[in-house]
């Protein structure tokens, strides 16, 4: 039985929320946990005919026997949560520890415009300036927020306890390496350290129990919002290669550039990352598509995988081939 932390490599819409309910299917974890900064972080999944768009419950949510959970380091905005369990049918084993921090209406007013949103590209979701209201300690917490009254539990007693118990447990990161506070492109970054560390730290699991950590990578590399971005490709040549995306909470045109090894060889430095997760290999290689053995893909394919896997020194275990959650190469 293991603990598996989920991250982003580049700088987040890696496709972690897909890969992330797929391992909920699959390795069927008693607990589900979500770290990260709050519900400026969107996470497309797609079961069958649906497609879910998440910003606050966790991308686990599909498997109905596990309690998903939303860690003490991660800002809510109780609209947006308690419509999610509603519309996603997750009530009665959705959580929120009582330290979650609350995005209120200010919140949501100071993002909207000004530098966060003009410089910085901010999500105005409400994110940072909860975050900054935190750290001055004057944020609401989630045990002062009447509506969310009958979700509170103990998320760190929860994970660790299940952990004792040997069952599985999933963490579930949010955004990307490279949108850190500490670790990315200052200022162009996220309001929190979103790496593996700051993401334990965000629902209470300390180093030592932490089995795997699972870096995932996109096939190439997206950016929204401001702020550098190596070798970066005009939207006509990234259209020319369908590699055109919109933002999941934000709808903004991605930036894209090609699969960055310097970036992802410090991501894998910074996460301490045991496993790589490939997503989106079929917008490369359209004959992958859907292709669920290694053995099934082309040379080509094959070849881009194990050159990461060479100059990483990680093995590539997870494959993304198409957005339906089992729509997967799995090597483990
Ligand atoms: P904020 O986190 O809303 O303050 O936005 C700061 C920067 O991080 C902006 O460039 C956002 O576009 C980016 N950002 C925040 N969360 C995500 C995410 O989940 N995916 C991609 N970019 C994000
Ligand atoms: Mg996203």
Redesign the pocket.
């Given at each position: 039985m293991t603990s598996t932390v989920v991250v982003g490599g580049f700088?987040?819409?890696e496709g972690k929320g897909k890969i992330i309910s797929y391992l909920a299917i699959k390795d069927n974890p008693s607990v589900i946990v979500r770290g990260g900064?709050g519900p400026?972080?969107?996470h497309t999944i797609r079961d069958g005919d649906r497609v879910y768009k998440v910003r606050m419950l966790p991308s686990g949510f599909l498997n109905k026997n596990a309690k998903v959970m939303i860690g003490p380091g991660v800002v809510v905005n109780p609209d947006i949560l308690l419509k999610e369990i509603q519309d996603f049918d997750a009530s009665g084993r959705s959580f929120v520890d009582k330290h979650c921090g609350i995005i209120e209406e200010k919140h949501l007013a100071s993002?909207s415009k000004g530098e966060?949103k003009e410089k910085?590209?901010?999500?105005?979701?409400g994110?940072?300036p909860a975050n900054a209201d935190r750290a001055m300690r004057v944020l609401k917490m989630a045990k002062d927020e009447e509506s969310l009254g009958s979700l509170i539990v103990d998320v760190p007693a929860e994970v660790n306890s299940a952990i004792s118990l040997n069952q599985n447990v999933l963490i579930e990161g949010?955004?990307?390496t490279f949108?850190s506070l500490w670790h990315g492109t200052y200022p162009?970054?996220?309001?929190k350290d979103v790496t593996a560390s700051g993401i334990c730290a965000d629902v209470g699991l300390g180093p030592k129990n932490v089995d795997e950590v699972i870096v995932v990578f996109k096939s190439y590399v997206t950016?929204?919002?401001?702020?550098p971005l190596a070798n970066e490709l005009s939207l006509e040549e990234a259209q020319n290669k369908g590699w055109s995306e919109f933002?999941t909470?934000?709808g903004?045109q991605r930036r894209a550039a090609d699969f960055d090894f310097e970036l992802a060889r410090r991501a894998i430095m910074l996460n301490s990352a045991t496993q790589i997760s490939i997503t989106k290999l079929d917008v490369l290689y359209p004959e992958c598509a859907g292709k669920t053995s290694f053995d099934e893909i082309s040379e080509d394919a094959k070849l881009f995988i194990k050159n990461i896997e060479e100059k990483l020194k990680t093995p590539v275990t997870i494959i993304g081939t198409g957005p339906a959650i089992n729509d997967v190469i799995d090597r483990r």
């Amino acid at each position: 039985m293991t603990s598996t932390v989920v991250v982003g490599g580049f700088f987040g819409d890696e496709g972690k929320g897909k890969i992330i309910s797929y391992l909920a299917i699959k390795d069927n974890p008693s607990v589900i946990v979500r770290g990260g900064a709050g519900p400026n972080a969107g996470h497309t999944i797609r079961d069958g005919d649906r497609v879910y768009k998440v910003r606050m419950l966790p991308s686990g949510f599909l498997n109905k026997n596990a309690k998903v959970m939303i860690g003490p380091g991660v800002v809510v905005n109780p609209d947006i949560l308690l419509k999610e369990i509603q519309d996603f049918d997750a009530s009665g084993r959705s959580f929120v520890d009582k330290h979650c921090g609350i995005i209120e209406e200010k919140h949501l007013a100071s993002d909207s415009k000004g530098e966060l949103k003009e410089k910085i590209g901010s999500t105005g979701s409400g994110t940072g300036p909860a975050n900054a209201d935190r750290a001055m300690r004057v944020l609401k917490m989630a045990k002062d927020e009447e509506s969310l009254g009958s979700l509170i539990v103990d998320v760190p007693a929860e994970v660790n306890s299940a952990i004792s118990l040997n069952q599985n447990v999933l963490i579930e990161g949010t955004q990307g390496t490279f949108l850190s506070l500490w670790h990315g492109t200052y200022p162009f970054v996220t309001s929190k350290d979103v790496t593996a560390s700051g993401i334990c730290a965000d629902v209470g699991l300390g180093p030592k129990n932490v089995d795997e950590v699972i870096v995932v990578f996109k096939s190439y590399v997206t950016r929204v919002g401001t702020g550098p971005l190596a070798n970066e490709l005009s939207l006509e040549e990234a259209q020319n290669k369908g590699w055109s995306e919109f933002g999941t909470v934000t709808g903004r045109q991605r930036r894209a550039a090609d699969f960055d090894f310097e970036l992802a060889r410090r991501a894998i430095m910074l996460n301490s990352a045991t496993q790589i997760s490939i997503t989106k290999l079929d917008v490369l290689y359209p004959e992958c598509a859907g292709k669920t053995s290694f053995d099934e893909i082309s040379e080509d394919a094959k070849l881009f995988i194990k050159n990461i896997e060479e100059k990483l020194k990680t093995p590539v275990t997870i494959i993304g081939t198409g957005p339906a959650i089992n729509d997967v190469i799995d090597r483990r």
